[in-house]
C-alpha cells in the first residue's frame, strides 16, 4: 500500500497543495498525498500558474481544511509553514508529524515591484518543495520514522 502523506499549511492555498501536486506527479506510485489548512483561503493563482509552468496541474484542487480528514488515518502528517506546525492538531494512532519549514511565496511577493518579480519567489519555493518531495519517502524512513 502506498503511504498516506499529509501535507498542512495555514491556508492550504500554496504551498501544501504545491507539495500535494508534486508528490501526485513524482511519486504517486508510492505515496497517496493529500493537503488542508488550519485556516483554508483558496487557491493562489500564483502556485497554479508556477506549478502548470513545469507540467503539473493543480488549478482542479480545492482548499481544504483540516476538519475534512477527521478519522483518515495517515502515515505521516508534514507541516510546510511555521504556523500549521505550531497549531497542528494531534493525530491519533501511528501518524508521524514531521516539520519541513518552506518560506510563505504570497508574503515574500507583498512588496514585488513586477509580477515577474513576484512569481520569481513563487518559482524559488516550487522548486525547494519538489527537491524536497524527491527525496520522499527516504528522508522520513532514514529519520527512523518508519
Not at 508534486?22 to 493562489?44: C, F, M, N, Q
Request: charge should be negative; include cysteine.
Amino acid at each position: 500500500m502506498p503511504l498516506r502523506i499529509l501535507f498542512l499549511c495555514t491556508g492550504n492555498s500554496c504551498r501544501s497543495q504545491m507539495a500535494e501536486g508534486w508528490t501526485r506527479h513524482l511519486k504517486g506510485d508510492v505515496i497517496e498525498p493529500y493537503s488542508a489548512g488550519i485556516e483554508p483561503r483558496g487557491l493562489d493563482p500564483r502556485a497554479v500558474k508556477v506549478m502548470g509552468e513545469v507540467g503539473v496541474d493543480i488549478s482542479r484542487r480545492t482548499s481544504k481544511h483540516i476538519d475534512e480528514f477527521k478519522g483518515t488515518d495517515f502515515d505521516f502528517v508534514v507541516t510546510v509553514c511555521d504556523h500549521a506546525s505550531e497549531h497542528c492538531p494531534i493525530f491519533p494512532g501511528e501518524t508521524q508529524v514531521v516539520h519541513v519549514s518552506f518560506e510563505d511565496p504570497p508574503k515574500l511577493a507583498r512588496n514585488a515591484e513586477t509580477e515577474e518579480d513576484a512569481l520569481a519567489h513563487y518559482r524559488r519555493i516550487r522548486d525547494e518543495i519538489r527537491m524536497f518531495v524527491e527525496t520522499l519517502p527516504g528522508a522520513l524512513e532514514q529519520d527512523g520514522k518508519l
